[in-house]
Structure formats: C-alpha cells, structure tokens
C-alpha cells in the first residue's frame, strides 16, 4: 500500500527564518514519483517539484530546495528565509510509477509566516 | 497556454439533490482527473477519464460519475448530496510541463445544505 505522512499539521514562523516541512512516504514500488504542491488560500494546488525514486540528488530552485532520500522514505522541503508569500498549506504527494494517474496525498502542512 | 478551467466557482445544493461540475484539461490534452478535498479527509483520488473512457476510479460510492465530452472536457456528477459531500472539488490535467505531472485548477466549491 502507498501512504505518505505529513506529521506536521501547522508550522508558524516569522519572516526570514527557514523553515523544512517533513514528507515520509511509504511504497513497495521500486520506480515511483513524488511531488510537492503549494495550495495558497484560493484553494488552487501549484505544482512545486517532481522526483523519480531513481534521482536522489537534491534540488534548489531559489529560496526552494528539496532533500531526497531514499534510505529514510523522506523528501522533505526547505524554505529559505520565509516570506509571507510563503503562507499556504503545502503537500506532499506520490504515484507509483505503473500508476502515474493516481496520487496519493499526505493531509498537508500548513505554514504560517508572520511579517 | 490555457491553465485547466473549472466551473462553477461555487455551488450550493440542498440534500438529496444533484450537483453537476464541470472541467476543462490544457490544451492538447486528453486525461482529466478528479480530487476531493473534503474537511479533516484531505486530498482523494475521485475519478481519471481519458478519450471518452473512465480508466479509474477511487474509492467513492456510485452516485459519483462523471463523463468526458469529445472535446476532452469533464463533468462530474453527484447525485442524492449528503451533507459530507461538502468539499473543495479540484481537477486536474497533464500539462507541458514534466511528463506525469498532474496541474490543477482553481476547483469548485460545493455547500450542501
């Protein structure tokens, strides 16, 4: 079965701290997807990033970066010096590679950064 | 290029009625996805059509169905509302983007009373 646990329901920080919101997945695939998804308050989900199970290496895409690894079931998701643009609830989400058509969720982190 | 469309914004319905939504893919492409983002459920897996045909199917009770329209257009139909059907409805399409990717649209909201 596939889960992914997002165990941090609500993180509040202020402008300019960073800030890593903690993605743990579970799957039996060997070739799978997971993503990040930003949902703002107007309730639309951006798509944030995409990894393949067989590329660890990490990815830094401006005040962004992503850490993937493999050994731990965790691709978890750093912000740099947070802005208040940054508020959002972000998710964490994976596809087996067979089933690219299906996500699987995690319940969300919701960060709030305070001015 | 054109984000993927949804419509209405906003939907109230009584229970026991029918709630239509409705979904258009980017451009070009042919597979739609449907989500449900109920309160306390997070984010479910509804509905896949592509060319014409639903491919898949979450785990959701019959009175969910939907179609997709020859022009690769969606509509997903809810039937006999019951109050816990009140949710964020979001679709999703594959884009230009990378390959597997799902992009969403604004989704719609329905109250149902």
């Known amino acids: 079965a596939q889960k992914v646990t997002q165990a941090q329901t609500e993180i509040s920080v202020v402008e300019k701290e960073d800030v890593t919101l903690d993605c743990v997945y579970e799957t039996r695939d060997t070739t799978y997807y997971l993503f990040w998804y930003k949902q703002p308050p107007s309730g639309e989900l951006v798509f944030l990033i995409r990894?393949?199970?067989?590329?660890?290496q990490n990815e830094i895409s401006g005040r962004y970066s992503w850490n993937f690894q493999k050994s731990t079931s965790s691709f978890n998701f750093t912000i740099t010096a947070s802005q208040v643009v940054d508020s959002a609830v972000y998710f964490c989400?994976?596809?087996?590679?067979?089933?690219?058509?299906?996500?699987?969720f995690g319940t969300g982190t919701r960060l709030q950064v305070f001015p | 290029e054109a984000g993927v469309t949804q419509s209405p914004t906003h939907l109230i319905k009584t229970r026991g009625q029918q709630a239509t939504l409705r979904c258009s893919p980017i451009s070009g492409h042919t597979s739609v996805y449907w989500y449900q983002q109920a309160l306390g459920l997070g984010l479910q897996f509804l509905l896949w059509?592509?060319?014409?045909?639903?491919?898949n199917r979450g785990n959701f009770p019959p009175r969910f169905s939907g179609r997709q329209f020859p022009n690769y257009s969606s509509e997903l139909n809810v039937n006999a509302l019951e109050l816990e059907d009140s949710a964020l409805y979001l679709c999703?399409?594959?884009?230009?983007?990378?390959?597997?990717?799902?992009?969403f649209g604004p989704g719609t909201r329905l109250t149902v009373l």
């Open positions: 990894r393949n199970s067989f590329d660890e």
């Open positions: 999703a399409s594959p884009g230009v983007g990378l390959a597997d990717t799902q992009y």
């Open positions: 059509y592509d060319e014409g045909e639903e491919r």
């Open positions: 989400a994976l596809s087996a590679a067979w089933d690219t058509d299906k996500l699987i």
